[in-house]
Antibody
Framework: QVQLVQSGAEVKKPGASVKISCQTS????????IQWVRQAPGQSLEWMGW????????KYSQKFQDRLTITRDTSASTAYMELTSLTSEDTAVYYC?????????WGQGTLVTVSS | DIQLTQSPSVLSASVGDRVIIACRAS??????LAWYQQKPGKAPQVLIY???TLQSGVPSRFSGSGSGTEFTLTISSLQPEDVATYYC?????????FGQGTRLEIK
């Protein structure tokens, strides 16, 4: 079955960067984009960006344009999301998801806590 | 950006009740809409896509309808395991956006 498994929880200081991995299995990695979505505590879902797993092309939300980088490693069937210049407002659970036009399935989520 | 407004924000119903959650888009999105269920501490899971297509494996008590700007998610007979937060999502255009969520509780 299709699975997306994310790296573990992170605690970061303000101003630092975080890089989360999303390892996929059960399908041909290059055929679907990988989307990234985050969810702050008690809040709704917020789309961040995606990577075309085939050619590496990306599209980012304007909100994160300056500090977000999404990449992929086709040999490892893994996508990565790096967010820089972290503030407390970036404390959230970060999800990857396979793009089948809608999102299915999702990774289990990675909690990022930004605290001094 | 396309805004999605869900109503109600919180819904309390009894087991066996018919439950309807609405999602309104700020501009027409045809049927480029999906519904997700998120249980506490878990990732969202798709229930419905293209407004009315039931995802494989999802119980038939769930159904979706609508097009343009008005959409609904219906649970025909509420079950205890349906306690969750439900989100609509539009994929008509970027940035992809989600509704604010509807938290469904059992009375």
């Amino acid at each position: 079955q299709v699975q997306l498994v994310q790296s573990g929880a992170e605690v970061k200081k303000p101003g630092a960067s975080v890089k989360i991995s999303c390892q996929t299995s059960g399908y041909t990695f290059s055929r679907n984009a990988i989307q990234w979505v985050r969810q702050a505590p008690g809040q709704s879902l917020e789309w961040m960006g995606w990577v075309n797993a085939g050619n590496g092309g990306t599209k980012y939300s304007q909100k994160f344009q300056d500090r977000l980088t999404i990449t992929r490693d086709t040999s490892a069937s893994t996508a990565y999301m790096e967010l820089t210049s972290l503030t407390s407002e970036d404390t959230a659970v970060y999800y990857c998801a396979r793009d089948v036009i809608w999102f299915d399935p999702w990774g289990q989520g990675t909690l990022v806590t930004v605290s001094s | 950006d396309i805004q999605l407004t869900q109503s109600p924000s919180v819904l309390s119903a009894s087991v066996g009740d018919r439950v309807i959650i609405a999602c309104r888009a700020s501009q027409g999105i045809s049927t480029y809409l999906a519904w997700y269920q998120q249980k506490p501490g878990k990732a969202p899971q798709v229930l419905i896509y293209t407004a009315a297509t039931l995802q494989s494996g999802v119980p038939s008590r769930f159904s979706g309808s609508g097009s343009g700007t008005e959409f609904t998610l219906t649970i025909s007979s509420l079950q205890p395991e349906d306690v969750a937060t439900y989100y609509c999502q539009q994929f008509k255009s970027y940035p992809i956006t989600f509704g604010q969520g509807t938290r469904l509780e059992i009375k």
